[in-house]
């Protein structure tokens, strides 16, 4: 499911709902390993097997964040028979990542030069 992109920027306000939602989002981020799964989930719906071969992190950790992604509303589940496969519920979020990514190398290097 891929969600239209507005036509506006989002205006956030101090206690508004839409800080809610931007802040699960980020808590949904940022952990080293939720980032990867969700590099993994770039290309295609992947089973939790498939995800755990791919990032070599145990089963039930993979499972974990997963359900944390998920719950954010950065992922989503297709059922397939007895299958489940993960993808990005909005392709978008790896845009967000990539930006974040540059984001936090330019202030490292900043920072290595002070």
Sequence with gaps: MNIPARKHTLQ???GAEDCRSV???A???S???RLRILMCLSGQK???SKIVEEVG???PLVSHHLKELKRCLIVDI???GPFIYYGLADS???GVVQVLGSIAMDLVAARKTL
Excluded: F, M, T, Y
């Design 46 to 48: 992947k089973s939790v």
């Design 92 to 94: 978008r979020i790896l």
């Design 31 to 33: 952990d080293e390993n």
């Design 57 to 59: 992190l145990s089963q």
């Design 23 to 25: 802040a699960c989002l």
């Design 12 to 14: 956030l306000k101090p």
């Design 78 to 80: 297709e059922r397939n």
């Design 27 to 29: 808590k949904g981020l």
